[in-house]
């Protein structure tokens, strides 16, 4: 292996692998009925489970071709899993702060259920209080959980796609990046365009399965991948700087449960709008004070410190 300080990893090798991975990723889906020559799924139940194994291989092979390739010099599961933002210190922290801080963005959002929820009571005639419109809201959540937890949409959403995308366009291709020599922010804009390759198959689906126009199919997911990139700049910083996969994983959990980020509605007389507005300047407000390596990281060299930190000792 190489010694300290030194890189074993061309940018040009480090930028084809990451293309690599993102071809793959999205190829893939589609390998079973391209390459494989098997037959149509009978129903969107079987496509979609079709489709889950299928990036679970390809999240598992980018895993291993990265671990093969990076110039890591112990090979300790924890050294390794460390690599990949898989930590089990500072947990908290990168789950927590991380939440809050994407939360803020969708401070309109919030105040908008608010003011739903309050005039839910109020239709009722004053039947039922606040707090009891609360507490009947939580106590439905178990049974939301489960009938959510066997449809399709919920595990892509929520848990298949947040996953392999963040173990493949975050935990993979940053490292190598930053490992190659590439500068910090650079690796922050590449990711996401990376990234955004990974959805251009929508483009595919709207137009020919959804027989929709060309023009409405390329406005919708221009808007989709605008709305990626940024998300995808957002998410990288996120790994960085703390040196958590939790940290993008449930950000990006959140922002596909909660979707679009509401600014403007007729019902929030204003509140929604001023909500919204202070939220974004909270969170760049809070952007890097909650997000100092310091409060996810024991120990730091050159930043990020826990890549350093897992390469080179």
């Known amino acids: 292996m190489s010694s300290d300080g030194d890189n074993n990893i061309s940018m040009a090798v480090a930028v084809a692998s990451c293309v690599a991975m993102a071809l793959f ?5 589609y390998a079973p009925t391209v390459i494989l020559r098997l037959p149509s ?17 390809s999240t598992v092979v980018s895993l291993v071709f990265t671990a093969y390739i990076l110039p890591i010099k112990s090979w300790e599961a924890s050294v390794i899993l460390g690599v990949f933002g898989i930590r089990t210190d500072h947990l908290w922290q990168g ?4 939440l809050l801080l ?5 401070a309109g959002s919030l105040v908008l259920n608010l003011l739903l929820l309050l005039e839910s009571c109020k239709e009722n005639g004053g039947g039922c209080s606040f707090f009891t419109k609360v507490r009947s809201f939580v106590q439905a959540i178990p049974a939301c959980i489960t009938t959510c937890a066997s449809g399709v949409y919920f595990w892509r959403n929520l848990v298949v796609a947040p996953l392999t995308e963040e173990l493949v366009f975050r935990a993979c291709m940053i490292p190598l990046l930053l490992c190659a020599g590439f500068r910090i922010y ?11 390759l990974a959805h251009l198959n929508h483009f595919r689906e709207m137009y020919i399965r959804q027989n929709r126009s060309y023009i409405k199919a390329s406005l919708i997911v221009g808007l989709q991948l605008g709305y990626t990139v940024v998300f995808g700049a957002y998410a990288s910083f996120l790994f960085i700087r703390t040196g958590h996969l939790a940290a993008p994983l449930f950000a990006h959990i959140f922002c596909n449960y909660m979707g679009l980020p509401v600014l403007l509605h007729p019902r929030g007389k204003g509140l929604v709008s001023a909500a919204a507005l202070a939220g974004v300047v909270g969170f760049v407000t809070l952007l890097f004070p909650l997000t100092k390596p310091l409060m996810y990281n024991d120990r730091t060299n050159n930043c990020p410190c826990w890549l350093g930190y897992c390469l080179w000792h």
């Open 186 to 196: 650079y690796a922050i804009f590449l990711c996401p365009i990376l990234f955004s």
């Open 95 to 98: 789950v927590v702060y991380p």
């Open 102 to 106: 994407t939360s803020l963005i969708y």
């Open 25 to 29: 990723y999205v190829l893939i889906l």
């Open 41 to 57: 799924p009978s129903s969107f139940s079987d496509f979609m489970i079709r489709r889950f194994v299928c990036a679970a291989i």
